[in-house]
């Protein structure tokens, strides 16, 4: 059985090289990870594609939810369009219907259409929206149908609940429904140990982050430290793939979010 490839959430350079550095397969890169993940900038995306890495831009304008207006889309197909002619491996995307009712198939497809019209090759992601459906007792088989008849290679999903390991049942489900024709990743509160019971799916993905205090904050007030990545969280993941005995990690119990308004 091929291991899982693994992803880490990052939000600067530094991310991008330590993931790369220690063992991460590819990058989801964002920006305010505290807020569940916003666009990065132009800037910071070529900077993270430089590294050497597989860099997978968030595209989301907002915090809030996954319903969008079209001039939050027309914004959206801009930042796909710069990001992927930038280098970028692939593109994390999400788009929900008014009331979350449902995936919005018409939005989903012109940006789908702007990234592989770009790049044919562009990897698309469709994040944690779907979180947000299956809570709401979307039915898991119809919306991983839904997903590949999209043309979507992955989704990121912690199966509907708070946690990935506490939607395991429902990852499982998926990843039988897709049968190799989607990639399901496991993400939103992942922990080292939780790592064996998600060997079966395709990807495990989390932030590895750990908190950096910078003393006082500005004048105008603020927060006085900032997340970063661990090298030592991103190395136990990836050793925890291959070698799952060597899971447990006292200093690492939680390792990604799990709000499911989370993108990421």
Do not use: W
Not at 20 to 26: C, I, L, M, N, Q
Not at 45 to 67: D, M, W
């Amino acid at each position: 059985m091929t291991s899982p490839r693994l992803e880490i959430a990052v939000q600067d350079t530094a991310g991008a090289r330590i993931a790369r550095e220690h063992g991460a397969d590819r990058v989801e890169l964002c920006q305010g990870l505290g807020l569940g993940g916003l666009t990065p900038s132009q800037g910071l995306i070529e900077a993270c594609v430089a590294e050497g890495i597989g860099v997978h831009p968030l595209i989301r304008p907002r915090g809030g939810g996954f319903s969008y207006s079209p001039l939050e889309t027309e914004a959206m197909l801009i930042d796909i369009r710069r990001a992927v002619a930038a280098g970028a491996r692939g593109v994390v995307i999400g788009a929900v219907c008014a009331g979350d009712a449902g995936l919005d198939s018409s939005v989903l497809s012109t940006l789908i259409a702007a990234a592989r019209e770009t790049a044919a090759d562009t990897e698309i992601t469709v994040h944690r929206c779907v979180d947000v459906l299956l809570g709401a007792g979307a039915d898991p088989a119809q919306l991983v149908g839904q997903l590949i008849g999209l043309g979507v290679d992955r989704v990121l999903s912690s199966g509907g609940a708070s946690t990935a390991g506490r939607g395991i049942g429902v990852l499982h489900l998926m990843h039988e429904a897709a049968d190799g024709r989607l990639q399901i990743q496991a993400g939103g509160g992942v922990r080292l140990e939780d790592i064996p019971a998600l060997l079966r799916l395709d990807g495990i993905h989390l932030s590895a982050r750990t908190s950096v205090s910078t003393g006082a904050s500005g004048p105008g007030g603020g927060e006085s430290a900032y997340d970063a990545t661990s090298p030592e969280l991103v190395a136990a993941a990836a050793a925890a793939l291959v070698a799952p005995g060597r899971a447990a990690n006292p200093d690492a119990s939680t390792i990604s979010d799990s709000d499911v308004s989370r993108a990421t």
